[in-house]
């Protein structure tokens, strides 16, 4: 079996069947239905910690999940990704001028 590469794991936060994704006003516990919408952390993050202490202080049970990205096996071969055109997005929303 191959080992993870580091640079391809996060941390989320689960809480209940949802993902942590903020605190809104009030600082209210914002989630997110799917996995798509959780807030990822670096490994080793000292934030993730924060945010746990957090989380148990507002009454929730967290539960931190490393999710991992591995390649597709199909037929024996790597899956193609889809016919995407790429885009770049900076902080703020606008395009990078570089981008297509």
Known sequence: MMKP??????????IGSRYFCRFG???RVMTAWSLAGAT????RSEYVEKILQK???AGKA????????VPVQMQGREAREPDVPELTV????ERHPGAH
């Not at 590469?5 to 689960?14: F, G, N, Q, S």
């Not at 900076?90 to 929303?93: F, P």
Request: aromatic share 6%; with cysteine.
């Open 90 to 93: 900076c902080l703020g929303g």
């Open 62 to 69: 967290p539960e931190l999940r490393l999710v991992t990205i």
């Open 25 to 27: 006003k009030g600082r």
């Open 40 to 43: 990822t952390f670096l490994p």
């Open 55 to 57: 989380l148990v202080a």
């Open 5 to 14: 590469d580091p640079l391809a794991t996060a941390y989320v936060i689960k």
